[in-house]
Structures are given as structure tokens and as C-alpha cells.
């Protein structure tokens, strides 16, 4: 089991940055690999982006790529999402989520452990 921590959300304009935290107890975290989900008003969670447990593989969904980048921190648990050239339709909650491997997370969409979620909005 793991226990994940969504930190970091805020209100941004149109353009700027934020950086989401996700921080980790339970089972070594060094074993996960981790990704971030968001789930907008009335639409179906989606993929953001994912990376392995060592850090040395990342995924992204082609709305982010190039603008977010996810990278991990195995000595302090923790993940992060940085969040650049924010849009509004970037607003959304944005779930942490830990499962065995990466390639279980693209092929699921359906990791095993959840965070509760952070609320990013980006006003235009």
C-alpha cells in the first residue's frame, strides 16, 4: 500500500506556472512508478503524464508535451508536475497515482492507489 499527498494547486492566469507536489508513505516509493491524472467539470479523467520508477521514462499526453514536465524525487518520496504556459482548459483536479510500472498505468488508465486530488484553475 501507499498513501499519496496532492499539493501545490492554485489559481494562475493564462500563461503562468504552478508546480504540483505528490508526496508518498507507505511501500518503498522507489518501487512506483507515478503519474499524474486531471479530471475538468463534467468531462472524463485523463492521462497527464507518467514517469518510472527510476525516473529514466516518461509519458505524456500530447495536450501537455512540451509545456509540463514530470519528474521524481525517490530520496524525499515525493513527484512532481511543473506546469508551464498554463491554458484554461489546463483547469482541472489534478489526481497523483502510484502503480508497479508505467507500462501498467498507459495500458490501464487505471492505476491501484489514488491521492484525493488539487484543484488547479487557470483564468483567461
Known amino acids: 500500500q501507499v498513501q499519496l499527498v496532492e499539493s501545490g494547486g492554485g489559481l494562475v492566469q493564462a500563461g503562468g506556472s504552478l508546480r504540483l507536489s505528490c508526496a508518498a508513505s507507505?511501500?518503498?516509493?522507489?518501487?512506483?512508478?507515478m503519474a499524474w491524472f486531471r479530471q475538468a467539470p463534467g468531462k472524463e479523467r485523463e492521462f497527464v503524464a507518467g514517469?518510472?520508477?527510476?525516473?529514466?521514462?516518461?509519458q505524456y499526453s500530447n495536450s501537455v508535451k512540451g509545456r509540463f514536465t514530470i519528474s521524481r524525487d525517490n530520496a524525499k518520496n515525493t513527484v512532481y508536475l511543473e506546469m508551464n504556459s498554463l491554458k484554461s482548459e489546463d483547469t482541472a483536479v489534478y489526481y497523483c497515482?502510484?502503480?508497479?510500472?508505467?507500462?501498467?498505468?498507459?495500458?490501464?488508465?487505471?492505476?491501484?492507489?489514488w491521492g484525493q486530488g488539487t484543484q488547479v484553475t487557470v483564468s483567461s
Open positions: 507507505g511501500r518503498t516509493f522507489s518501487s512506483y512508478a
Open positions: 497515482a502510484a502503480e508497479d510500472s508505467l507500462r501498467t498505468i498507459i495500458a490501464t488508465n487505471a492505476p491501484r492507489y
Open positions: 514517469i518510472s520508477w527510476s525516473g529514466g521514462g516518461t
